[in-house]
């Protein structure tokens, strides 16, 4: 059975590459996704994108995981990394080990963003690395994955 690994990445980051680029970096998320992809080509892995504004569609897709087997999950949730319990009781569900990523290092901004409702489930949390930061999560995953079978 093949490895399949999904990743997810919550509000606003479509608009990676114009948002705030001296904050998130100027890459945008098809580029990030590619570089993803490429990586998970070599390692022969199955790679998932998925990116949604929506607190609900983020849960359904995460539902959906439970069905597919996912082995891995990489997540950035965004601002929901911070409000957000519903997706936390989803992602708990699905019982696949995950990574928490994010593009700036949250604990130099603003209080309200040194809360998560996902680092004490998190296998690890990757903060401030920029867009590279999903390539050390996916290296992460396929080490702990390779380790596992
Ligand atoms: C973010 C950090 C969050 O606080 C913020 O709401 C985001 C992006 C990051 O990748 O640095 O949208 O998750």
Redesign the pocket.
Known sequence: MSLRILVIN????NLLGTREPQ??GSKTLAQIEQALAQKAAAAKVTLTCFQSNYEGEIIARLHQARDEQISFVLI????F??TSIAIRDAISEIRAPFVE????N?HR?EAF?HTSYFSDLAEGVI?GLGWRGYLYALDFALERLRRSN
Request: aromatic share 4%.
């Open positions: 919550g509000p606003n980051l904050t998130y950035n949730p965004a601002a990394t911070h990523i994010h593009l700036s949250v901004r963003r903060c």
